[in-house]
Every structure is written in C-alpha cells, then in structure tokens.
C-alpha cells in the first residue's frame, strides 16, 4: 500500500510592528513586567538600580543641583542667607567708615592748603549734634573723635568760614557759641577798612557793627573778617558779609551795619575746630 504524503503549507509568520499592539496587549505586558520585578531576589534589583545610577550619574547630579538652587532661592530671608547677609553689611560698614576718613582726611589736606599763615595750626573735625539758633540763643552742640586740646575761646571753621567760638568743653562733645548769639563779642574789620571794630551777636541769625562813623564808606555785601587773636587765630579769616548798612537811629553820625554769616549754619553736619600750636 503506497504512503500517502501529505503537505501542510505553514504561513509565514508576519513581523510585527510595535505601532501594531493594542493598548491592552501594552498594559498586560507592563503589568507582567511589574510582577517579574515584584518577585524577582532583592539582590537583582539592587544591582539594575545601581547599574542605572551609573549610567545616568551625570545627568541626575545635573538635576540635584538645579534642585537644591531652587531650594536656596525659594527659601525666606533670614534662614540660609542669614550669615552672607551678615558679612556683607558688615562689609558695607567697613567701606563707608573708609569713606568717611578719606573725606575727614581730604577735608583736612585741603584746609592746610588754603590757610598756610595757620600754618602752625592743628584742625579737628567734630560732627554736628544739636542746634539752637533762636533769637536770644545761638549754639551748636559738637561730637569730637579727637577732644585732646579742645579749650574755650578756640574759633569753629563751618564752610571754611569762622561761625563761632568753644564756649564749653565737655568730653567728647563741646558747645560752640556762635557769632551771632548775643553773648559773642569778636574783634573784625569790614572790607578794605584799616579800622578793628567789636562785632556782637543779635540774635536772629545775625550780628551788629556799631560805633563805625559814617565818613567811612560801607557798602552791603562787603566781606566781614575776624582779626587774628594771638593764641587762637594767626590770621584774619572771613565771617560774615554787611547784610545792611543805615545810619544809626540814636547818633545819625554813626552807622548801624547787620552782618550776615557766609554760610547755612543750619545745615551744617560736621565743624571744623582750629587749635593753634597743638601738642601732638
């Protein structure tokens, strides 16, 4: 009996594509995955995760430190800034106290250069506390770094102009009485005028030149300058300017002149103290 044979013709297997799938053959897949690596020993998981921390190392510290710099800039003022903020003002204070000395130094340098017959002369710089500039009283209360030689009677420099004189020293700080206060008596000389006369204070922010005959002539807005005073000022240095001229109502023969100060005594923040033939 002849074999019979029989062909069975087998299809080809198609190649699938991955765009094929379903979205559930997808699913199931991931969930076997999932069971695979649920049950599969510790110690196998452990070695896949640190052989993708190896891998990925550079790009995940990439991202740990945009992290923690969003941290830092997130975080509120006060926490981990607190200490840099610190050492940046104290920074800040060492740099305008620097500033401030050049500006004492530079103030200095430049008053020796203007008044070279104060040649023998001593300049301290004193910061302005307090004013009083009424009509019966005219002062100014001063803080002095430097209080060695500071003595009643010495002239007070504001705007590189004489404002006054120490009337008290208390240290550190010393009151400055000045032109202007009723109290104040300084020898001047107006203009070009070879003649001293007494200047004293009236309050208001001025001063009064009496006793001038009006033969002389005096016209308003001529310079004003406190006669050098052995022991105090070697030269004659500006006060003030004539602010009026008229005659005087009591002797029409005399003139009655009001001096104004050179300077806004009232916005002054720092005075300069001359002291003549200093010890140091």
């Given at each position: 009996?002849?074999?019979?044979?029989?062909?069975?013709?087998?299809?080809?297997?198609?190649?699938?594509?991955?765009?094929?799938?379903?979205?559930?053959?997808?699913?199931?897949?991931?969930?076997?995955?999932?069971?695979?690596?649920?049950?599969?020993?510790?110690?196998?998981?452990?070695?896949?995760q640190f052989a993708f921390t190896r891998v990925f190392r550079w790009p995940l510290t990439i991202g740990r430190n945009i992290s923690l710099y969003a941290r830092t800039r997130r975080s509120a003022p006060g926490t981990t800034n607190r200490k840099e903020s610190q050492y940046q003002n104290y920074i800040a204070n060492l740099e305008e106290q620097l500033r401030q000395k050049h500006r004492e130094v530079e103030e200095l340098s430049k008053l020796r250069d203007r008044f070279h017959a104060l040649e023998n002369a001593g300049f301290v710089v004193a910061d302005v506390i307090r004013?009083?500039?009424?009509?019966?009283?005219?002062?100014?209360?001063?803080?002095?770094?430097?209080?060695?030689?500071?003595?009643?009677?010495?002239?007070?420099?504001?705007?590189?102009?004489?404002?006054?004189?120490?009337?008290?020293?208390?240290?550190?700080?010393?009151?400055?009485?000045?032109?202007?206060?009723?109290?104040?008596?300084?020898?001047?000389?107006?203009?070009?005028?070879?003649?001293?006369?007494?200047?004293?204070?009236?309050?208001?922010?001025?001063?009064?030149?009496?006793?001038?005959?009006?033969?002389?002539?005096?016209?308003?807005?001529?310079?004003?300058?406190?006669?050098?005073?052995?022991?105090?000022?070697?030269?004659?240095?500006?006060?003030?300017?004539?602010?009026?001229?008229?005659?005087?109502?009591?002797?029409?023969?005399?003139?009655?002149?009001?001096?104004?100060?050179?300077?806004?005594?009232?916005?002054?923040?720092?005075?300069?103290?001359?002291?003549?033939?200093?010890?140091?």
């Amino acid at each position: 009996m002849a074999r019979m044979r029989i062909r069975v013709r087998v299809p080809k297997r198609s190649k699938m594509r991955l765009g094929s799938l379903s979205r559930p053959m997808l699913f199931t897949w991931f969930m076997l995955a999932g069971f695979i690596l649920l049950f599969v020993p510790q110690n196998l998981t452990n070695n896949f995760q640190f052989a993708f921390t190896r891998v990925f190392r550079w790009p995940l510290t990439i991202g740990r430190n945009i992290s923690l710099y969003a941290r830092t800039r997130r975080s509120a003022p006060g926490t981990t800034n607190r200490k840099e903020s610190q050492y940046q003002n104290y920074i800040a204070n060492l740099e305008e106290q620097l500033r401030q000395k050049h500006r004492e130094v530079e103030e200095l340098s430049k008053l020796r250069d203007r008044f070279h017959a104060l040649e023998n002369a001593g300049f301290v710089v004193a910061d302005v506390i307090r004013s009083s500039i009424e009509r019966a009283h005219c002062e100014l209360t001063i803080y002095c770094r430097k209080e060695h030689g500071l003595a009643k009677g010495q002239f007070v420099l504001g705007d590189n102009s004489i404002i006054g004189t120490i009337s008290d020293v208390s240290a550190p700080n010393a009151k400055v009485r000045l032109f202007t206060d009723p109290a104040s008596k300084i020898p001047v000389r107006i203009g070009k005028l070879n003649i001293d006369k007494v200047m004293q204070g009236s309050g208001n922010d001025s001063a009064k030149i009496q006793l001038l005959s009006t033969k002389h002539k005096v016209n308003v807005g001529d310079k004003v300058v406190a006669r050098k005073k052995p022991g105090f000022l070697d030269a004659s240095m500006i006060i003030g300017t004539v602010a009026r001229c008229r005659r005087d109502d009591a002797n029409p023969l005399l003139w009655d002149i009001t001096v104004k100060p050179v300077c806004d005594i009232e916005r002054l923040n720092s005075v300069t103290v001359i002291i003549m033939n200093p010890q140091d």
